[in-house]
C-alpha cells in the first residue's frame, strides 16, 4: 500500500523494540579465551600482557579491524603513543568505521595530539559515511512492513510510528503488537526488518545499523 506524503506529520513516535543490538559470531575457542584474557587484563590495567594478548589476537584474526583498534587501545594506555597510532591507522585501513566510539574513547587521549591523528580520523569518518550508505542502501532494497489507518476528513495529516522488532524477530509480528496503538493513534505503522539473520528472525548489528535502517523506512514512508 502506498503512503501519501500528506499524510505525514514528521515523525511522532519511535519505539525501539530490541533485546540487543549485536551478537558475537561464532569464533573459534581459541579466539574467545585470548579475548576474555584480554579483557581481563583490560579490567586490572595490565597494559604490559593487554598488549601481549592484543599481538595474539591480530594474528588469530588477522587485519581484524577490532582487534587492530583495541590494540591501539591498550598500547596508547601503556604510553606507547606512537604505535597507537600506527595500529589505529591499520584498523582505518581495514574498514573501522566506528567514528563516535573513536572521538568518545579515552583510552586514546595520548594519541589525539599527535601528528597524523587527523589523517587517521577522516579515514575513519570516511568509512563511516560509505558504511552507512551501504547499509541505507540494504534496508531501502527492503520496503519496511507498513499499515496505513483509515484516511481523516479533509486530508489531515496522521502521525507516524516505526517500531523496530525484538532480537530474532521479525516485522511481520509487529501489526499484532503495535497495530491497536497505531489504530488508537491514527497512525501509519511502519516496521523495517533488522539485515541481519538470527535463526529464524532478524537482528540489529549496532546502534549505528539501526539508525540508518530508521533512515530507510522514513525515506520510504515519505516516498511512497
Known sequence: MRVHARWMRGLVVVSIAMATFAVAAKEPVNVQATRKEFGDAYR???WDRAVE????????VPNSSREQYNLAC??????????????????????????????????????????????????????????????????????????????TAGGKPHPLIIALHGFGDTAANYPRLWGPVAEDFGAILVVPNGLRPVGAGRGWGSVDEAEAVVEAALDYAREN
Open 53 to 60: 594478548l592484543g599481538f595474539q589476537l591480530e594474528a588469530l
Open 74 to 151: 591498550v598500547l596508547a594506555l601503556k604510553g606507547e603513543v606512537d604505535a597507537a597510532l600506527d595500529w589505529l591507522g591499520r584498523a582505518a585501513a581495514n574498514g573501522f568505521h566506528q567514528l563516535p566510539f573513536l572521538e568518545a574513547d579515552s583510552d586514546l587521549e595520548a594519541v589525539r595530539d599527535l601528528p597524523g591523528y587527523q589523517i587517521v580520523r577522516t579515514m575513519i569518518a570516511e568509512n563511516r559515511q560509505h558504511w552507512r550508505e551501504e547499509v541505507y542502501r540494504s534496508a531501502a532494497s527492503a520496503p519496511p512492513l507498513t499499515v496505513l489507518p483509515e484516511p
Open 44 to 46: 586490572q590495567e595490565n
